[in-house]
């Protein structure tokens, strides 16, 4: 089965400093991920995806995040953090494509944004 | 911007008591699906829906559980009769396409406090 491991519950910045949220994938097959974000009170929404394309993923908001399978890790990063990032950001693994979209959630990063 | 929406954003009922989370998927979405968040873990995988009827399941999904697509616009998750550890936030999500994508768009969750 595939499976994700965040690396780190919780990661505090300082508003202008870039962000790194680790992430690393155990998968069988040639894997799908994602990073999706929660804001407080809000949904799960996509942030980036990589499928077998390009391994260096641009998302929303300046996020970008680089599949690198000699490591198996696809860690989140952003140069610049800003006070509107704070939230919780999940990495994310497809099971194999064999039927519908399974995601498999890792655990977690809250990010912590001071000013 | 399309969303999916649910109802209730709070519900709070007695151990053994029926339960029914309601959904709006994005109406041009075909695929539907229901995860769940309990308190402090992952976000897990329920089940799938395509065309009326369950396309896949988790171990989670047991006969307490059911879905239903009632009308042309709504998408429910029923829980016959709660337990404890039901207790959790449910999120609907829904997507246009079973390719392995992972857009999922997801709704901003129903929280289940069972007492």
């Not at chain 1, 491991?5 to 040639?30: A, F, I, K, W």
């Not at chain 1, 599949?67 to 140069?79: A, D, G, I, Q, R």
């Not at chain 2, 519900?11 to 029914?20: A, H, L, S, Y």
């Amino acid at each position: 089965a595939q499976s994700v491991t965040q690396l780190d519950s919780h990661v505090s910045v300082s508003e202008g400093t870039p962000v790194l949220l680790r992430c690393n994938y155990s998968s069988s097959y040639s894997p799908s991920l994602f990073w999706y974000v929660q804001h407080p009170n809000k949904g799960l929404q996509l942030l980036l995806k990589y499928t077998s394309a390009a391994t260096l993923v641009k998302g929303i908001n300046g996020f970008e995040a680089e599949f690198k399978k000699s490591e198996t890790s696809f860690h989140l990063t952003k140069p610049s953090a800003h006070m509107s990032d704070a939230a919780e950001y999940f990495c994310v693994v497809s099971e194999e494509n064999t039927g519908f979209q399974k995601l498999v959630f890792g655990t977690g990063t809250r990010l912590l944004v001071s000013p | 911007e399309p969303e999916v929406t649910q109802t209730p954003s709070h519900q709070v009922t007695q151990m053994g008591q029926e339960v029914i989370l309601r959904c709006v998927p994005i109406s041009n979405h075909l695929y539907f699906y229901w995860y769940r968040q309990i308190l402090g873990q992952k976000v897990e995988f329920l089940v799938s829906f395509y065309n009326n009827e369950i396309s896949e399941k988790s171990e989670i999904f047991d006969d307490q559980f059911s879905v239903e697509r009632p009308d042309g616009s709504n998408f429910t998750l029923k829980i016959r009769s709660t337990k404890l550890e039901d207790s959790a936030m449910y999120f609907c999500a829904s997507s246009e396409s079973r390719q392995n994508t992972g857009e999922l768009f997801f709704g901003e969750g129903s929280r289940l406090t069972v007492l």
